[in-house]
């Protein structure tokens, strides 16, 4: 059974850094794309980064670029974060997805697989 459990949130002042994990499990982890992706409140669903399965190819939004750092243990099966320089913006629910669970279009994007199989996401909150 796929599931999907995210960790490493929680409230940190602007400038704060904080690092998230997955854990999936009932997936072939290490060898499929990966990615992390976030919904501010009263938002839509934003993609933040995707990985390859070596690892050796990263991708990132714009708005976190130079800030984020995607990462993956594919002995451990797990899936990181590295969040620094953090902003009130990246205030958001953030979930890890395998990349083809979602679908971005030219202004937003979409779930291609439904919610009930997505994990439950790690909150994180930037607020002085």
């Known amino acids: 059974q796929e599931q999907l459990v995210e960790s490493g949130g929680g409230l940190v002042q602007p400038g704060g850094s904080l690092r998230l994990s997955c854990a999936p499990s009932g997936f072939t982890f290490s060898n499929m794309y990966w990615s992390w992706v976030r919904q501010a409140p009263g938002k839509g669903l934003e993609r933040v980064s995707d990985?390859?399965?070596?690892?050796?190819?990263?991708d990132y939004a714009d708005s976190v670029k130079g800030r984020f750092t995607i990462s993956r243990d594919n002995v451990k099966n797990i899936l990181y974060l590295q969040m620094n320089s953090l902003k009130f913006e990246d205030t958001a629910l953030y979930y890890c997805v395998p990349k083809g669970w979602y679908y971005c279009g030219r202004s937003r994007c979409y779930r291609t697989r439904d919610a009930s199989a997505w994990g439950q996401g790690t909150q994180v909150t930037v607020s002085s």
């Open positions: 990985i390859d399965p070596l690892g050796t190819t990263t």
